[in-house]
């Protein structure tokens, strides 16, 4: 899912290297696919995570180590990576993270162990830090102010159908041949992108650049990568152990030290001024709660459907589709709710019907009808987002002052990145716990062995993965099998609940920070502009 403010990062910035006329389609087919590469990613991988902790003998903490170790990079130096484009060259950048990115697919596809896995992730989030702002920096200095707004509808549309697609061709190859092709895939793309960058794509670099606030940003990603190991690891280790405790002690405290050192360096990353602005503070905490629902969602939804409802990969792929073209669909109808009402009563109202699609996946138990009882909830959970995604863009670019855009639509897109990398770790951890829980209830009711029962409960962490024991004899082990799927039943439906209570919270910052019309004018993202 792209994230609120790409096409705001486009629009907010200055053009420096017009495009020639026929070099305009190049350089858009250029940007297209490098941001592609990074939004099928996002998606593909979620569906794969069921084959990988299957092949690699993985339990849910590894599995989510498999999303944070690219997102908490990915977050963390966004910022950065847009700066080194100002300052260094913006093609220069984009390459940079192209070829990083690449690389760190074909280790990806080629790793036979987790350990592997993750560090070669986390390339993969190094490369997307400067891929990512570098393809929308790239569109914003190409084209002028009258042919940029229908460059930036060309980028949303098609990069919107490259999302979408993405997670049915993985689920398709996962099916097919191996999980290493959902990462093979991104080669091919990079070659073809590195071709015509080199030769179409024009240099461009701010003529003023900031410096770069290296500090803070080795401090934020210390940070954010402390909070994730701790929270993901008290599933496993308990909140008393020293290493959870420690990890956590100098994650607030390094965040806490953020603060201190980004209102006090030269050029922060993040102008910790912009947040005077009542609106912007309350686009970004509203942004924070509704992406973190949205990311442990896309965590947790594949799992559900591949493990317990024992859909294939291509399937899963598929079931969110609906989704992701009813808010393409209704992007520019969600623009003019900015225009005719402003953007408080949309973002009051679009959260409260992505709460509702939340709940109506509280519902369905095993094996129920993904028409009657799935697809709804993907429908409604799609219209919310789809309400809400314009206003918020169209808020923070009108809170703050016109030469503050670009800085304010960036900050926002990173809050909305380091959302789903909490949710991920912090929810992820409730989740294990409530599996946990409900299965030690049942297996007391099966009245198993002792050695049975341990067995089990230290395999917890396996949730929907997690089998009966070798010696279980038939029945015994199809009554473990039931108690594991309601077991893993109970821990999503809270997580959903959890998510209902994210993304209402999110209406009630709306409703309490945005004033009644405070953005009546929403930005033009040409013809084809959606958010998906």
Known sequence: MKQPCDEALIRTGAPYASCVEKSGPWVLAATILGSS?????????????????????????????????????????????????????RR???????????????????????????????????????????????ISSSFDQQSRGRAIGTWAG???????????????LIDHASWHWVFFINIPLAVLVLVISLRYVPESRSANPDSIDWLGASIVTLGLAALVY???????????????????????????????????????????????????????????????????????FPLNFIQIQKYSATATGAAGLPMILLMFLLSRWSGGLVTRYGAKMPLIVGPLITATGFFLFTLPGVGTRYWTGFFPAFMVLGLGMAISIAPLTTLVMNSVDQERVGAASGINNAVARVAGVLAVAVLG?????????????????????????????????????LDAPANADLQTAARIRSAISEAF??????????????????????????????????????DAAGAA
């Not at 991988?45 to 180590?65: E, R």
């Not at 049975?452 to 395999?459: D, G, I």
């Not at 109970?490 to 959890?498: A, H, P, Q, S, Y």
Request: neutral net charge.
């Open 158 to 172: 098609f990069t919107t159908i490259t999302t979408a697609l993405g997670p049915v061709l993985g689920g398709w």
């Open 37 to 89: 590469m990074a939004f099928i990613d996002s998606t593909v991988v979620n569906v794969a995570l069921p084959a990988l902790q299957s092949s690699l003998h993985a339990n849910v903490v590894d599995v989510q180590w498999m999303i944070e170790s690219y997102g908490l990079f990915l977050s963390a130096l966004i910022l950065v990576g847009g700066a080194l484009g100002d300052s260094v060259g």
């Open 489 to 526: 039943l109970f821990g999503f439906r809270l997580i959903m609940l959890l998510c209902v209570c994210l993304a209402s919270a999110s209406a009630v910052v709306a409703w309490r920070t945005i004033p009644s019309r405070s953005a009546v004018r929403a930005p033009d993202f040409g």
């Open 230 to 300: 701790g929270f993901l690891e008290e599933s496993i280790l308990g909140w008393t152990d020293p290493h959870v405790m420690g990890s956590l002690i100098v994650g607030f405290g390094s965040l806490t030290l953020f603060v201190l050192v980004e209102n006090n360096v030269r050029s922060p990353m993040v102008p910790l001024g912009l947040f005077r602005s009542a609106s912007f503070s309350g686009a970004n905490l509203l942004t924070l709660f509704l992406y973190a629902a949205v990311g442990i969602f896309f965590f947790v």
């Open 92 to 138: 220069a950048m984009f390459l940079l993270g192209v070829v990083g990115f690449a690389v760190a697919s074909a280790g990806c596809g080629f790793s036979s162990s987790i350990k592997s896995l993750l560090v070669w992730r986390s390339v993969q989030g190094v490369g997307a830090a400067f891929l990512v702002p570098g393809s929308l920096a790239i």
């Open 429 to 465: 951890a409730v989740m294990v716990g409530a599996f946990t829980h409900s299965l030690r209830q049942s297996l007391a009711a099966l009245k198993l062995n002792t050695e049975m029962v341990h067995q089990l409960e230290n395999n917890a962490a396996k949730l929907g993965t």
